[in-house]
């Protein structure tokens, strides 16, 4: 089962991300309460630059598994990219919480030490 959402794997691993996009968007349809497609779809849009989708959909994927740490650093990431700075400590935060340390380098960038 979830086959579009490993194609879409293997196709955003080759670089071709419409056909990954399509995978993506097929699973979600086939499993809506499944937070892994969302977090992919979201990385596809941000590849493209569509940043407030992936944004969207990152924070999809955190109502659905409120635990998954790649869509909260995704999403730390992203604030940090925006200068928004308040959000990106917020999901370092939460990462910290799950026991997920982000890299130091990283936290200096954001005003943490």
């Keep these: 089962v979830r086959g579009h959402y490993y ?27 499944c937070d ?19 944004e969207a959909l990152w924070e999809r994927t955190l109502s659905i598994n409120q635990r998954n740490a790649d869509a909260m650093r995704n999403l730390a990431i992203y604030y940090s990219q925006e200068k928004d700075f308040k959000k990106s400590v917020i999901y370092v935060g939460r990462l910290r919480a799950i026991g997920v340390q982000p890299p130091p380098e990283f936290l200096k960038t954001i005003g943490i030490e």
């Excluded at 293997?10 to 309460?33: H, S």
């Excluded at 969302?38 to 569509?50: E, P, S």
């Design 7 to 33: 194609l879409g794997l293997i196709y955003m691993k080759k670089g071709l991300l419409k056909k990954a996009e399509a995978e993506f968007k097929k699973e979600i349809v086939m499993y809506p309460y």
């Design 36 to 54: 892994q497609g969302y977090l992919a779809l979201g990385v596809i849009y941000h590849r493209q630059g569509n940043f407030k989708d992936a």
